[in-house]
T-cell receptor
Framework: DQQVKQNSPSLSVQEGRISILNCDYTNSMFDYFLWYKKYPAEGPTFLISISSIKDKNEDGRFTVFLNKSAKHLSLHIVPSQPGDSAVYFCAASEEGGSEKLVFGKGTKLTVNP | DSGVTQTPKHLITATGQRVTLRCSPRSGDLSVYWYQQSLDQGLQFLIQYYNGEERAKGNILERFSAQQFPDLHSELNLSSLELGDSALYFC????????????FGEGSRLTVL
């Protein structure tokens, strides 16, 4: 069973517009969520995280929103840039990160110039 | 550069064989994690070591084993290889035993023919 789901395998947006990547989870014990970005031939790199005590966390052009009641989080990238083209993984863990990270399958974002 | 080094980068072998993947964590990081990424799959957690001790276990097959040495480098041993073991194997490290933000290596791509 997939505890972290990224239902959109791919997303294409125009440069300068907003990119919204979505993630749903089923495990109500998850309380720490992260987004990772992965370029081809590289390992995933940490992008932004959010604890379940918050509903929003912002870092520059990247904002993560958490809706606990809906078990849903989203990553907003504004404005999108061609360099943002990558695969984005949503990940979650229980007990503030003391348990293993569970990853989604990823969403491939393409930002067109 | 995440500071996590994985070798080899690519490996091609035959079914039934045994291979060893090696990982050197970032300087100062005590935790090492192994993840498997198969085609169209997310990152599947295999196992975590913290300061030489096994800390958490995921969906790791009995044919697979790992260890972390006193110098904190880790090895993942895959034996009796099957076609389905073909995947990208990522190593990640973190400072403590709490998962949180992980730093990933570039991965070892294993192809079993």
């Amino acid at each position: 069973d997939q505890q972290v789901k990224q239902n959109s395998p791919s997303l294409s947006v125009q440069e300068g517009r907003i990119s919204i990547l979505n993630c749903d989870y089923t495990n109500s014990m998850f309380d720490y969520f992260l987004w990772y970005k992965k370029y081809p031939a590289e390992g995933p790199t940490f992008l932004i995280s959010i604890s379940s005590i918050k509903d929003k966390n912002e870092d520059g052009r990247f904002t993560v929103f958490l809706n606990k009641s809906a078990k849903h989080l989203s990553l907003h990238i504004v404005p999108s840039q061609p360099g943002d083209s990558a695969v984005y993984f949503c990940a979650a863990s229980e007990e503030g990160g003391s348990e293993k990270l569970v990853f989604g399958k990823g969403t491939k974002l393409t930002v067109n110039p | 550069d995440s500071g996590v080094t994985q070798t080899p980068k690519h490996l091609i072998t035959a079914t039934g064989q045994r291979v060893t993947l090696r990982c050197s964590p970032r300087s100062g990081d005590l935790s090492v994690y192994w993840y498997q990424q198969s085609l169209d799959q997310g990152l599947q957690f295999l196992i975590q070591y913290y300061n030489g001790e096994e800390r958490a276990k995921g969906n790791i097959l009995e044919r697979f084993s790992a260890q972390q040495f006193p110098d904190l480098h880790s090895e993942l041993n895959l034996s009796s290889l099957e076609l389905g073991d073909s995947a990208l194997y990522f190593c990640a490290s973190s400072v403590g035993s709490i998962t949180g933000e992980l730093f990933f290596g570039e991965g070892s791509r294993l192809t079993v023919l």
